[in-house]
Each structure stands twice: as C-alpha cells, then as structure tokens.
C-alpha cells in the first residue's frame, strides 16, 4: 500500500480502535437525553446545522434537528442507522472499508442504496458483554465531521 491507500488503511485502523474503546457499560432513557443533549451543545457551540437521533432497539430516545437542517437530513439518519444495524459497525468504518475493497454496499450485500447509506454519522451504541443495542447519528456536516463529532461526544460522555 502506497500514499491515498496507506492513508486510509490508518484510517480504517483508527475507526476500528474508536470501536474497541467507546463501549458503555449500561445505556438508558436517562443516558441517552444526556448524550444528545451534550451533542446539541457543541453543535449549537460552533453554529453546526446538524439533525441528533439516539436509538436503542430501534426505539428513538433522542432527535433534535437545529436550524438549517431539513427533513432530508432525518433520511440520511435512517439511512446511515441501517448500515450501523445490519453490519454492527459504524457507519463510516463499513463505508471506509467498501472504499478500500474497491466495493459497494449493493454489490456486496444486496441492499438499496436509496435504504442504506455506508457514510460518515451513525456509530453503534456497543454495551461490555452484551453488543450494540443502538445507535447514535449525526447529520448535516460532511462525513468524517458528523463521525468526529459523534466520537467526541462519546469520548467525552464515557470520561464524564
């Protein structure tokens, strides 16, 4: 691997540890308003026009859409969740990976790509000895900035 594919292996490899370290050991109602709550308020720290959903087995705990998002951000939402659900991996890690396979999600699983979106925002709510039980998404930033911004909330969740 040379220069763009060294740089996304790291990527990849970068992904996958951010998986292996943000794990919570319970996740309730409670958690999940505080979360999206702390989400919204780096969001409306730094003027960011983000669409916030919390979800476990399926049931939304938390949505917040903040000025300049549209309904059209609430279907990127449902969408990235299917990745996250179908593959137990966040969103961006399943489409970084298809990147670097030379791969499309339709292709290799069969799906829609109008159902399912294998981009950046959508990271598994994981619980230690028990697996993902939800999913926490951000959208309305590019990619890797509705990732990031989920992964510090996470980090800064789970050190709180």
């Known amino acids: 691997m040379t220069g763009a594919g060294e740089e996304l292996g790291a990527l990849i490899a970068e992904l996958e540890e951010q998986e292996r370290r943000l794990v919570f050991t319970r996740f309730d109602n409670d958690d999940a308003w505080r979360l999206g709550s702390l989400i919204v308020g780096l969001a409306r720290e730094r003027t960011l026009p983000i669409t916030v959903d919390?979800?476990?087995?399926?049931?939304q705990l938390f949505?917040?859409?903040l000025p300049g998002t549209t309904p059209e951000n609430d279907s990127w939402i449902d969408r990235k969740v299917r990745v996250v659900n179908r593959f137990s991996a966040a969103s961006y890690l399943v489409g970084r990976r298809l990147v670097a396979q030379g791969r499309t999600l339709d292709?290799?699983?069969?799906?829609?790509?109008?159902?399912?979106?294998?981009?950046?925002?959508s990271f598994p709510i994981r619980i230690r000895d028990v697996g993902v039980v939800g999913t926490i998404t951000v959208s309305g930033l590019p990619q890797q900035a509705d990732h990031a911004l989920v992964v510090e909330a996470i980090?800064?969740?789970?050190?709180?």
């Open 54 to 59: 919390i979800r476990r087995h399926g049931h």
């Open 63 to 65: 949505h917040a859409a």
């Open 107 to 121: 292709v290799i699983a069969g799906v829609d790509p109008v159902d399912y979106a294998p981009h950046g925002g």
């Open 155 to 160: 980090e800064s969740f789970l050190t709180a």
